[in-house]
């Protein structure tokens, strides 16, 4: 079955410090994407980044990266030196063979000032 | 270029009451999908439309249905309410091609509360 599993439910840091999201997933599908998406209060999903299984190679956008690592399914994101506006709750997710979008419970960041 | 919109962004129900809530693509864009999303569950897809059929259904019951215009809106419509509808609606569009660089874009959801 497909699943994406953000064991992190909850993280707070405080501002300047990096953080690591954890996106851990499963699939029987040799080709795939992975997704993370940010929703800050205001409640739209804001694409991230957008990864195909073929493409291991690691991400890097401004403060943003991303570990994608298909030895131990994972897609992890760090955010370096993080920001107040960085509070958010991330998603990763998964898109299956029947092209539907399969999200992760999500991972509430708090950066406090 | 203009984002996804969604219509109402808020909407207050009673039980057996229905709803209709209205998506609007980027555009360019022929496939629309929808997703609820509830503390409890979190995100999960409901259908998705491209060219006014639809192409994926996830699983909800029947009270929840959906249809695409030829100008790529879509509607969802929610029949006879229940407690456990109330959530965020998100709504997606994506050029539906299923190529390789699909990615969707979210609108701003429809927060439906169901008193």
């Known amino acids: 079955a497909q699943k994406v599993t953000q064991a992190q439910t909850e993280i707070s840091v405080v501002e300047k410090e990096d953080v690591t999201l954890d996106c851990v997933y499963e699939?029987?599908?040799?080709?795939?994407?992975l997704f993370w998406y940010k929703q800050p209060p205001s409640g739209e999903l804001v694409f991230l980044i957008r990864?195909?299984?073929?493409?291991?190679q690691n991400e890097i956008s401004g403060r943003y990266s991303w570990n994608f690592q298909k030895s131990t399914s994972s897609f992890n994101f760090t955010i370096t030196a993080s920001q107040v506006v960085d509070s958010a709750v991330y998603f990763c997710?998964?898109?299956?063979?029947?092209?539907?979008?399969?999200f992760g419970k999500g991972t509430r960041l708090h950066i406090l000032p | 270029k203009a984002g996804v919109t969604q219509t109402p962004r808020y909407l207050i129900k009673t039980r057996g009451q229905q709803v209709t809530l209205s998506c609007s693509p980027i555009s360019g864009h022929r496939s629309v999908s929808w997703y609820q999303q509830t503390p409890g569950q979190g995100l999960q897809f409901l259908f998705e439309y491209f060219s006014e059929t639809q192409r994926n259904k996830g699983n909800f019951p029947g009270r929840f249905s959906g249809r695409q215009f030829s100008n790529s809106r879509s509607e969802m419509n929610v029949s006879t309410l229940e407690l456990g509808d109330s959530a965020l609606y998100l709504c997606?569009?994506?050029?539906?091609?299923?190529?390789?660089?699909?990615?969707?874009?979210f609108g701003p959801g429809t927060r439906l509360l169901v008193l």
């Open positions: 997710a998964l898109r299956d063979r029947d092209d539907k979008i399969i």
């Open positions: 990864r195909n299984s073929f493409d291991e």
């Open positions: 997606a569009s994506s050029h539906g091609r299923l190529a390789e660089k699909e990615t969707r874009y």
């Open positions: 699939t029987r599908d040799t080709t795939y994407y």
